[in-house]
């Protein structure tokens, strides 16, 4: 190994060398710097026996700091459920990984990069897509499907008009550059998101079931490689900015942001998964959040190992690089390999066919240590699980709200609408609910001709050529229901991801989170957040859905304003004959048209109803019913292994009527109304906009309406016939009167076109 | 009969080989390999098709940098020798900047990539694409581009469709041909267009997302339908 | 028109900022680098604007330019820019 010649790009970068950071230095002062605690400072001088040197107290700055460490979050993450016979990988290696059958797995997960796109939506969310997709493919999985979860604040602002459309650009450009489909995802408006807007990033690939790769060095002696860009000083304190408010100089924080460059990705994917189908590699980690650091410390540590390494040979692209920005950068697309003893040939030869550097930094040691050295000299030697697994964990205290318990707000308290068809064409055109076309136009959800159900479903379902199974998944979460009743709205998410999964046909066999949050030092934010789990957890447990792995977002918090507690749960499921799948829209004039699931209630709380007519996000969320739930998906997935249902939409945001409207449009352009006519007792806002959960409209040939009351029947499932498919239009006729009647044109107009008005600024 | 053997072109970038590679397979049931951009040769193909993707991230222009590839030299050669070159999204910008095939493509006119499904009508049927069509037949196929805003001077144009090289125009589902119905501004609605000769072609649309029931539409089966009797004939 | 202004042009170059990553520049790098005659040393790709503004005079027009560059041009989280005539 000789001494690297200053890399190419370096050489020839124009214009002065800026002076690089060389960290806070030593001692408790440049602890505090760094974000560390006076304690934390301590404990780390303890488990060390001495006190840290400069680069070292850097390394703990990241390793310890909120967003790599975990310290707010691990004790109550540990209460998810986390294993199933079918779970090969569960959190805490890249991404989770689950048996789906035919010998295959599902590797998927879901993470934020939400701060990063506030400083620059483009690249911020252009990366975030990077980031999960080399989660994905370091086990060893070709990334098959893409999902996201978008909050924003209201469009009626300009800048945030200008925020989305800059993360809907940038989210786009990665994922079509990299040729993965953006099958589903989610987008939703309010006020609390403006200074602080989310970007939830999933990706799902495919692996064989007996070759998932591992972050874990297994053999002193082998040699580590630092492959795909070059390091430069983007991002320096990317872990710490995510682990810290944002005050009025989040301007001055600008420098740091990464930029992406998806067709180096695609490279780097290609080479490692052409280099995974042989037996080079031992072990293969992402360069992340603070990048070299972390990778090379989780890696040893997880291994029982160490490693050691040379900076000097870190190929770069910028002059002057200081210790502390090699081993902090967090420039994206790179990736750090552990190559057996014997493969290196190997593993220049398939990163030269693409275009690629590949270049030995260091190998793994049996002692223990991180040991880094520049320039000969050694900078650091800490021992890798100090860095990975002492980080304190905290029980942060928890204060119920004074506001609490939140007051239901009944339907029959409210005025009903005076024209009803207005109030349809008004919910229907919202931000909150018109159709999400204008984003997922801009995403190839076509690519790898395997997506069976586009965007707009309830959930989006890839196939995988030459198998009879296809996989379904959803990404769903409502803050405003989080923001009012933390519990039940832990519950609703994932109930709702359980119900969008059952309504296309599909067993979900795995989930992933990301909790969005704002201060976890504030003890009415950890109440919120610890709610959230425990009401999470009851619903997965009770499903028996195992969580394989995710992330936590805090600090998203501007100026002492935080986010509404907003959890987003990425559920995926089988189907295990793809021919079975259903579809969201009515199919054929002359099916019958059933509403199926538990009555409606009169509760109108934190509804999207509320929010559009009353201008309010207050009232407790309706109540869910976890058997109720489990029996209804039972119900659905029943009907759809027999054939029986021409389509399924589950019911949740707007009600009955929105997913009335959801079922008129089909994707390829085509148009099916229907004639609806409603027998009620009680309030006809509840049953026409209430979002009271585990209910679904289902369709079906007349021939097999029979053949469905039974199925529902042992399901006990209370199924009532609503309806008759037909026409362009959609009518309701309420105990005989005629209530709605909207043309297929006027609901196409709200609907298809209200979130690009909203966008464009001309409502 | 002997089966055509389709060359599949791929550069760094390009994803969506797998597509097209697997429709040829399994709707056509003909020949088909990848050939990766460093090959210097393209013996023993018989036709060629250039596949939708972001060849070299479509870094300074989409599919300026490809054609500096080693594998564009053959290719030159098998057009050239007037055997069946084609090329899809990516592939018929790759195309333009080699100078196999006219025009340019600016960025759409709404500047953002646009996915959807879009109707075409054919308008020629002297081209590996449309060779199994009926002239004003109205086909149903996906778009996927950022870039796909066809481009040529005026003269250019009366030329090009005083010669017949135009193959498709987007169109309303009755067959119209109309502003609304362009997604991305290109002129005279053109979406594909061929070479003089008639050997090269390519259009923006996808038919290697449209060739089965389970995608949402089987109407690009009538493309590849087309491939496969212009090289038989 | 108004009184006492004219027409300046004036050009704006936007650039990456030195340390901000180019993957289009280093892309179009690598591509030449594999073409005998083409080879660079190194590429970094940034935008011209041509620009014709009214003003009182050149300082004016300059000074105009700038501003129109800084907060629209230009992205201060990636890009420096020039100012070039009139």
Redesign the interface.
């Known amino acids: 190994m000789t001494t690297a010649a200053p890399p190419k790009s370096a050489r020839t970068v124009s214009g002065a060398v800026a002076r690089g950071y060389e960290g806070p230095g030593a001692g408790l002062e440049a602890a505090l710097e760094s974000g560390l605690t006076r304690e934390e400072y301590e404990r780390i001088v303890e488990r060390l026996g001495r006190s840290p040197r400069s680069l070292e107290l850097g390394l703990f700055g990241a390793m310890w700091s909120e967003h790599c460490s975990y310290k707010s979050s691990r004790l109550h993450l540990a209460r998810f459920p986390t294993e199933s016979p079918r779970v090969l990988e569960g959190p805490g290696e890249n991404a989770g990984a689950v048996a789906i059958g035919e010998g295959l797995a599902a590797v998927f997960k879901v993470e934020s990069h939400n701060h990063p796109t506030y400083i620059e939506p483009y690249q911020g969310a252009a990366t975030g897509v990077g980031g999960i997709l080399r989660d994905v493919f370091t086990m060893g999985a070709r990334p098959v499907a893409l999902m996201n979860s978008l909050r924003f604040g209201p469009l009626t602002d300009p800048k945030n008009r200008a925020l989305l459309t800059g993360a809907v650009a940038g989210i786009a450009n990665y994922g079509n550059s990299m040729g993965i489909p953006t099958v589903g995802g989610e987008v939703a408006f309010e006020a609390c998101y403006a200074k602080n807007p989310l970007v939830n990033a999933f990706a799902l690939g495919i692996a064989p079931a007996d070759r998932i790769f591992r972050a874990r060095a297994e053999r002193a002696g082998d040699p580590v490689f630092c492959v795909g860009a070059k390091t430069g000083r983007d991002g320096i304190h990317g872990a710490s900015m995510a682990s810290a408010e944002f005050g009025e100089d989040a301007e001055a924080k600008r420098p740091t942001v990464q930029v992406g460059d998806p067709f180096l990705e695609k490279l780097l994917l290609e080479a490692c998964l052409e280099l995974m189908r042989g037996d080079a590699l031992a072990a293969v980690q992402d360069m992340g959040a603070a990048g070299l650091t972390c990778s090379t410390a989780e890696t040893a540590a997880r291994g029982g190992l160490g490693i050691e390494m040379e900076l000097d040979l870190v190929p770069r692209r910028e002059r002057g690089m200081t210790g502390y920005e090699l081993m902090l950068s967090e420039s994206q697309e790179r990736m750090l390999l552990v190559v057996r003893t014997g493969f290196e040939d190997e593993v220049r030869r398939v990163f030269t066919k693409w275009d690629l550097d590949a270049v030995p930094i260091g190998g793994v040691t049996d002692d223990g240590l991180l040991r880094v050295r520049q320039s000969g000299l050694s900078v650091a030697a800490v021992p890798c699980r100090i860095l990975t697994d002492d980080a304190p964990a905290y029980d942060r205290p928890a204060e119920t709200p004074g506001w609490w318990p939140e007051p239901e707000v009944a339907a029959s308290d409210l005025p009903e609408p005076v024209d009803w068809n207005e109030a349809v064409l008004c919910l229907a055109g919202s931000p909150g609910l018109a159709s999400r076309r204008w984003v997922y136009e801009q995403y190839d959800h076509m690519v790898r001709s395997d997506t069976l159900a586009r965007p707009g479903a309830d959930a989006g379902v890839v196939r995988i050529k030459g198998k009879r199974l296809a996989l379904a998944m959803s990404l769903d979460g409502n803050s405003r229901y989080t923001a009012r009743d933390p519990r039940r709205g832990g519950t609703l998410a994932v109930c709702d991801g359980f119900r969008n999964l059952a309504a296309v046909g599909a067993l979900p066999v795995g989930a992933t989170n990301c909790l969005n949050f704002g201060n976890p030092e504030k003890p009415r934010v950890m109440w919120r957040f610890r709610n959230v789990v425990e009401g999470m957890r009851e619903a997965l447990e009770a499903f028996s859905v195992p969580i394989t792995g995710g992330n936590v977002s805090f600090y998203n918090e501007t100026e002492g304003e935080g986010v509404f507690p907003t959890p987003v749960v990425g559920m995926v499921g089988i189907l295990e004959d793809a021919g079975t799948l259903v579809v969201q829209h009515f199919r054929a004039a002359g099916d019958l048209l059933f509403l199926a699931g538990a009555p409606p209630g009169d509760t109108m709380g934190a509804s999207e109803y509320l929010k559009v007519f009353h201008r309010r996000t207050d009232g407790r969320p309706p109540r869910p019913d976890l058997d109720a739930e489990l029996r209804l998906a039972g119900f659905l997935r029943k009907a759809a292994r027999r054939g029986l249902s021409r389509s399924a939409k589950d019911i949740s945001e707007g009600g009955l009527l929105q997913a009335l409207v959801e079922s008129v449009f089909a994707p390829d352009g085509a148009r099916c109304g229907a004639a609806i006519d409603l027998e009620l007792s009680s309030s006809p806002l509840a049953a026409l906009f209430g979002e009271a959960p585990a209910r679904a409209l289902v369709s079906v040939r007349r021939r097999d309406a029979d053949a469905l009351a039974r199925v529902a029947e042992r399901a006990e499932v209370a199924l009532a016939r609503v309806g008759i498919v037909g026409g362009e239009d959609l009518n309701v006729r309420i105990n005989g009167a005629r209530a709605i009647r909207l043309g297929g044109d006027a609901l196409w107009d709200a609907f298809g076109h209200g979130l690009a008005r909203a966008v464009q600024g001309t409502p | 009969m002997r089966r055509t053997r389709f060359a599949v072109l791929v550069f760094p970038g390009t994803n969506c080989e797998g597509d097209v590679l697997h429709a040829i397979r399994t709707v056509i049931r003909q020949d088909a390999e990848l050939v990766w951009h460093k090959e210097g040769s393209l013996d023993g193909f018989d036709a060629a098709v250039v596949p939708g993707g972001f060849a070299h991230g479509d870094y300074l222009r989409a599919g300026s940098l490809a054609r500096f590839s080693p594998v564009m030299t053959p290719l030159a050669e098998m057009a050239a020798s007037g055997r069946a070159v084609v090329g899809i999204c990516n592939g018929f910008q790759i195309l333009q900047e080699a100078g196999l095939l006219p025009g340019a493509m600016l960025r759409n006119r709404s500047l953002t990539y646009v996915c959807r499904d879009v109707w075409l009508r054919a308008e020629d049927r002297s081209s590996p694409l449309t060779a199994a069509l009926d002239e004003g037949e109205v086909l149903r196929i996906p778009v996927g581009h950022a870039e796909g805003n066809f481009h040529v001077s005026d003269a250019a144009l009366a030329a090009l469709e005083d010669r017949g090289q135009v193959l498709f125009r987007y169109c309303d589902a009755a067959g119209r041909a109309s502003g609304a119905a362009n997604p991305n501004g290109s002129r005279n609605h053109i979406a594909g267009v061929r070479n003089e000769r008639g050997n090269v072609a390519a259009l923006m649309p996808h038919p290697d997302r449209a060739y089965e029931p389970a995608l949402g539409g089987t109407d690009g089966v009538r493309l590849f339908e087309s491939l496969a009797r212009w090289n038989a004939s | 028109m108004s009184g006492g202004t004219s027409v300046f042009g004036v050009r704006v170059l936007v650039r990456l900022?030195?340390?901000?990553?180019?993957?289009?520049g280093?892309?179009?790098?690598?591509?030449?680098d594999?073409?005998p005659g083409?080879e660079a040393?190194?590429v970094?790709?940034g935008k011209m604007f041509e620009l014709e503004v009214r003003a009182a005079d050149a300082a004016e027009a300059r000074a105009r330019a700038e501003t129109i560059a800084r907060r629209a041009l230009a992205?201060?989280?990636?890009e420096d820019f020039t100012v070039e005539g009139p």
């Open positions: 900022r030195p340390s901000v990553y180019d993957p289009q280093e892309t179009i790098r690598r591509a030449l594999a073409v083409l040393e190194a970094r790709q992205n201060p989280v990636l």
